[in-house]
């Protein structure tokens, strides 16, 4: 019989569950002791957590607390005025006042405003600059109506802004930055961003894991460290509390602060200090912090202005600032920008068409001939003012803010004036024949306006463009040329209150002619600019014209010594030497220094140094820590002041700048001088302002073109523009000071003038200094005079002296013993001098030449004398 198969037998097997076998591990004695310390390690490291997440949390309150960037210093222009009948609204009220840190909290400590119907209401705070009032401000028509003191209900006629904020200054490294806030951002740049650092930044909780594992992976692939994985929340965590060691604590440390970013801070308000505070490289010696600042060193705008290929230019910046710099590395920049461009098409920003245009379009650099309105060049001269000033204290690392002297409204006017002027310069420029079939170098040029009373800075620009060079250069020494001619003739005329061996007027007759000067045995010819010469002329027209020799002769008659002693005077360094050269400019100085110089002409003799700084608090009490004091002191006689006014006033009226005015319509009372060495110049003022241009070559090639076509129209632009502000349209003719008196001259001769003279002009002197006679080539005539502060009175007697005026035209000084005879010369001369006179009877009378002995009865001087004797 077959067997019956047979089932196999089960065998049965207790699975012990895996838990089960953990624990039976553990319950012995070895795995208890494994237990026991994963659990303390747990424990250890949920507390280590615990305690930094927390110490970082009182890091971050507090930072966030103080403002995240309350250790910038904060650099202020000057207060603005505004009065009724200018012309503003609300809005471009309220705007202004959030550039000045203003807004519309009540808790703000700088100070709040309020919008109304046609109306502003503005509320200074305890960090106000000044201790102002509270003011209703209402508007009719485009223009102030009215101003109401809300301290008293009172109305006034004018009212003071906040100072506007320039730029924040951060650091010992001499950090610089512009701050912006995020709905100033443009969209595009902020697309831009986003596409090139973390395109899920809106998204993500400040970690983005799908980025983590791709740069892991990627990593991975290439066998090295090449995919970044940080977010913008973790570069601003690295940024703003951690420094830049790389160990393993460090990144955990960035963790624990990129949750609490996250979690305190909302992702408007992290774009905006990341933006702010993103290094994007080096400008000159200052690192750039921002994209607002970038904008600036970089493209040469306002980030407002910046355009799509521009946002990708500066969003590429962050990854590799000093390889992608477009100065040094173009091509790198331009590689980069058309990366982003493409990872914003990816990302669906910009269509293919913006794409192609983009791609091709060139790279933005700062090689124009504008420049945004905040003054870097000021701001670098405020920064090494406050380095000097405050070498014990570590102002960049505090919340100290800085009160400046600018002017907004003419920083903008010279920024304007430079643009147009340079266009013209550059015009000028490709003509000339040298540089036929080339491309010629690019002038430079720089501006400085200051206010003549107070040496107070207002405007100043010290290039082109900041972005393409950051060399200040109204602190660069060049040959100043004929803009140093006025203060040779200041040191002649000054002979009229002095003395020395000749008095010089502005009638004085100089040759204009070819010479040799000698000095120190060797020969010195120079020549005039056109090589032409106009014989004999007045020291008045030799100025105006500018004539080079007539002006060595000058020099060389008052003494070399007297015009470096007066250029001393005038605050110019101690290198100028006393040579022939010297009447010339050709000693260097800075236009800094030459507008300084310069008020002792507009200042009625009193030289006052140029001053950045009104005052520096502390950003925290607000306790003044400087406050600036004018540096003013008395160096020449105003009378000689006034007449080399004058002098220059026939600059422009008749002389080398005499199409100036015309052209651009400056129709007020001006004088200036033009200057062409190496470079062109222009110097001048009127009574509310002064202002020196310089226009040049970095490499001090000469510019070959004259002052009056370089640096004068930009002078001109300017100083129309300034006449549409309240501070500088009410100017004034230039008055005389007391002891100045006008006669009609023959400028021919220099000798007064008569009715016989075919060109009759008005000439001033310091009186008893002025030419007695009349005019020689002319016949005999009438000298009109005219005394500035005293009274005239036609004299009753004929004068002694042959050669005086007329006696019923002549000065009479009243109350200086005077009874209506024409003053005596003694009297002149102090007069001159400003001496107390002495009586009447005391004047020693000139004698009278010999009569001609021909006709002794009947000579006109024996007759005139018998007059006298009667």
Not at 360 to 385: C, H, I, K, M, W
Not at 407 to 420: G, W
Not at 572 to 599: D, F, R
Request: net charge positive; with cysteine; charged share 25%.
């Amino acid at each position: 019989m077959p067997k019956l198969a047979t089932k196999p037998k089960r065998e049965f097997r207790v699975r012990v569950p895996q838990q089960a076998g953990l624990a039976r591990f553990f319950l012995r004695p070895f795995g208890r002791v494994l237990l026991v310390g994963f659990t303390l390690i747990t424990v250890l490291c949920l507390g280590v957590f615990l305690y930094f997440y927390v110490k970082y949390a009182r890091v971050i309150d507090e930072r966030l607390r103080a403002g995240v960037f309350a250790n910038s210093a904060k650099i202020f222009a000057a207060a603005e005025t505004v009065g009724v009948g200018d012309a503003a609204t609300p809005n471009g009220i309220a705007a202004e006042l959030r550039r000045s840190g203003y807004n519309e909290s009540r808790g703000n400590p700088v100070g709040y405003y309020q919008v109304g119907n046609n109306s502003i209401e503005v509320f200074p705070g305890k960090d106000s600059y000044f201790d102002q009032e509270a003011g209703l401000i209402r508007f009719a028509r485009g223009k102030i109506s009215e101003i109401v003191s809300l301290r008293d209900n009172t109305e006034r006629s004018l009212y003071q802004l906040e100072p506007q904020l320039i730029t924040n200054l951060t650091g010992p490294t001499r950090e610089k930055r512009r701050m912006v806030k995020f709905h100033d951002i443009p969209p595009i740049l902020v697309e831009a961003v986003t596409s090139a650092e973390d395109k899920r930044f809106f998204q993500h909780a400040g970690f983005d894991p799908i980025r983590i594992i791709k740069a892991f992976y990627v990593d991975l692939k290439e066998g090295r460290k090449d995919q970044g994985a940080s977010t913008l929340s973790m570069q601003l965590a690295r940024m703003f509390f951690l420094d830049q060691d790389k160990r393993w604590t460090r990144k955990a440390a960035e963790a624990i602060i990129t949750l609490q970013l996250e979690q305190k801070l909302s992702k408007e308000e992290i774009f905006e200090d990341y933006c702010n505070q993103i290094y994007l490289g080096y400008r000159g010696s200052f690192r750039i912090r921002g994209f607002g600042e970038a904008a600036e060193a970089f493209l040469g705008k306002d980030l407002s202005q910046i355009t799509l290929p521009e946002a990708a230019q500066l969003a590429g910046l962050p990854r590799w600032p000093a390889y992608f710099d477009p100065y040094n590395h173009p091509d790198h920049a331009k590689e980069r920008r058309n990366v982003v461009l493409s990872m914003m098409r990816t990302n669906g920003y910009i269509s293919d068409r913006d794409y192609a245009l983009a791609i091709e379009a060139p790279l933005t650099v700062a090689r124009g001939t504008t420049q945004s309105v905040e003054a870097p060049y000021f701001v670098d001269l405020v920064n090494d003012a406050l380095q000097t000033k405050f070498q014990d204290e570590n102002f960049q690392s505090n919340a100290f803010r800085v009160y400046t002297t600018l002017d907004m409204h003419l920083q903008r006017a010279a920024t304007e004036a430079i643009r147009k002027g340079m266009v013209l310069v550059d015009e000028q420029i490709k003509k000339q024949r040298r540089f036929k079939g080339q491309t010629p170098p690019q002038a430079q040029v720089a501006l400085v306006a200051i206010d003549p009373q107070t040496g107070e800075v207002k405007a100043l620009a010290g290039g082109r463009n900041y972005g393409m060079s950051q060399l200040n250069h109204v602190l660069a020494k060049r040959q100043p040329g004929s803009i140093f001619k006025p203060f040779v003739y200041a040191a002649a005329l000054d002979t009229g209150v002095e003395g020395g061996a000749r008095v010089f007027t502005a009638s004085t007759i100089v040759e204009d002619e070819p010479t040799t000067f000698w000095f120190d045995g060797k020969p010195y010819e120079p020549s005039n600019f056109e090589k032409d010469f106009m014989g004999e002329i007045t020291l008045r027209t030799a100025l105006a014209r500018s004539r080079n020799v007539a002006t060595v002769k000058v020099a060389e008659m008052v003494g070399y010594d007297k015009v470096v002693d007066m250029a001393n005077r005038a605050g110019m360094n101690y290198k100028i030497q006393p040579t022939p050269a010297v009447a010339l400019g050709s000693y260097e100085i800075t236009p800094l220094e030459a507008a300084g110089a310069y008020t002792m002409f507009s200042n009625r003799g009193n030289y006052v140094k140029p001053s950045f700084l009104k005052m520096v608090r502390d950003g925290k009490d607000g306790k003044k820590l400087f406050e600036n004091k004018l540096e003013e002191k008395h160096v020449l006689d105003p009378r000689v002041a006034y007449l080399v006014t004058s002098l220059m006033e026939e600059v422009l009226r008749t002389g080398t700048a005499a199409g100036i005015p015309g052209k651009y319509g400056l129709r007020v009372p001006a004088a200036g001088k033009t200057g062409t060495s190496h470079d062109g110049w222009f110097a001048g003022f009127t009574s509310e302002l002064l202002c020196v241009v310089w226009v040049g070559f970095d490499d001090n090639e000469k510019l070959e073109l004259q002052g009056a076509y370089s640096a004068a129209p930009i002078w001109a632009e300017f100083m129309k523009s300034a006449l549409d502000y309240r501070e500088y349209r009410g100017t004034k003719p230039f008055q005389a000071p007391d002891g100045i008196v006008s006669i009609d001259i023959d400028p021919e001769t220099g000798m007064p003038a008569n009715s016989a003279c075919p060109t009759v002009k008005k000439e001033f002197y310091i009186a008893g200094t002025e030419p007695v006679g009349a005019c020689p080539k002319h016949g005999v005539g009438r000298q009109i005079t005219n005394v500035a502060g005293w009274e005239t009175a036609p004299a009753e007697k004929a004068p002694s002296n042959p050669g005086a005026a007329p006696a019923s035209t002549a000065p009479r000084i009243v109350g200086s013993g005077g009874d209506g005879q024409v003053a005596p010369a003694a009297v002149a001369r102090r007069a001159a001098r400003q001496e107390p006179p002495e009586p009447a009877s005391a004047a020693a009378q000139p004698e009278a030449p010999e009569p001609d002995k021909k006709d002794p009865k009947k000579g006109f001087w024996n007759r005139l004398k018998g007059v006298f004797k009667k």
